[in-house]
């Protein structure tokens, strides 16, 4: 049995939690917590009008978040009230230290929302996603899946002459984003103006929605950016993307997270930097720049017929520091 609480703990403090495997696909670093509630939700909840919005019993959910906080890994009660589940996900990700999109990147997230470009919009916010550190992206990859499925729910089900045949739990993208945004979407190092938190919070709201109409795209890597991250392993670790390539032809599972950094040798000059960390890049490393970037700029200079965005990489050894240009 756990005995360390479940709630109020960074991800990083509680690696013990995660289960390796969501939904038999690729492996994912999520809470078993998360992993839990979801499950249980996607059984039980779906139809369940209001949820994630309707109160409930708050001396249910402080039952049920003691037990959790006794075991992580309890399987939730199949007479447990949906709503009361739904009630303790969102305070799990309230309670987090370092919030599920991370404190440096909160300003990043909501300048993204002034750009009008639709596609590259969604563009800057796959490659923001790409900064977050592992179990923060994953745990936000299962999240948004899930999400889409509640949105799926939200309207009533009709017969062609008209009549009611299922009730919609009326949580569409927009209701659950003005749900889920000050959860995930926030900062606990800044401070605003009353004016200032509106305009930020409508923003943040915005960038949620766009996050669960669109998490197919944002979670695509493209073309353009995959063959950015080959063509820095080829010269940092050949040995390492021809056995990642080999498995894939092979049919084997394709599990970046099992890649084990290759050893410094002597008389090699490539950079240890290994694919996880092309992916991701060092996220602490020169982050707050980010919120620097005049994306607006940005969305002018790419307007030219000739000109694509992109990202660039720049890779050096270990001793010197890795800066990420938009």
């Not at 906080?69 to 739904?86: E, G």
């Not at 050949?238 to 099992?258: C, D, V």
């Not at 700029?297 to 520091?321: D, H, L």
Request: negative net charge; contains cysteine; glycine residues 2%.
């Amino acid at each position: 049995m756990d005995t360390t609480e479940c709630f109020g703990e960074s991800f990083t403090n509680s690696e013990l939690r995660f289960d390796k495997t969501y939904q038999d696909k690729s492996q994912l670093m999520v809470p078993m917590f998360v992993k839990n509630c979801i499950e249980y939700l996607e059984e039980n909840g779906l139809q369940k009008v209001g949820l994630f919005r309707v109160s409930t019993s708050k001396k249910r959910v402080k039952q049920l978040r003691d037990e959790f906080d006794k075991d992580c890994h309890m399987k939730i009660s199949v007479d447990t009230c949906p709503h009361d589940v739904a009630t303790l996900l969102k305070e799990y990700l309230r309670d987090l230290p370092e919030p599920l999109l991370c404190d440096r990147l909160y300003l990043t997230f909501l300048k993204t929302q002034r750009i009008r470009n639709r596609r590259l919009q969604l563009e800057a916010i796959s490659h923001l996603i790409r900064l977050l550190p592992i179990p923060h992206r994953d745990t936000l990859y299962a999240l948004l899946i899930f999400l889409t499925k509640v949105a799926a729910h939200s309207d009533d089900l009709c017969n062609t002459d008209g009549n009611c045949l299922m009730i919609g739990n009326k949580m569409d993208s927009n209701n659950l984003a003005t749900v889920f945004a000050p959860n995930i979407l926030r900062s606990t190092l800044l401070t605003f103006p009353r004016n200032k938190e509106q305009e930020y919070m409508s923003d943040a709201i915005n960038v949620v929605r766009t996050m669960i109409d669109h998490y197919e795209e944002i979670f695509k890597i493209s073309a353009e950016l995959l063959n950015i991250i080959y063509t820095q392993v080829l010269e940092s670790c050949p040995e390492k993307l021809y056995e990642i390539i080999t498995s894939k032809i092979n049919g084997s599972e394709w599990n970046l997270h099992q890649i084990e950094e290759p050893q410094p040798s002597q008389s090699s000059s490539s950079s240890d930097i290994v694919l996880e960390n092309v992916i991701q890049g060092n996220w602490c490393d020169h982050i707050d720049n980010l919120n620097n970037i005049d994306l607006e700029k940005r969305q002018e200079e790419t307007k030219g017929p000739n000109k694509c965005s992109q990202i660039n990489t720049y890779t050096t050894k270990r001793s010197q520091k890795k800066t990420w240009m938009f």
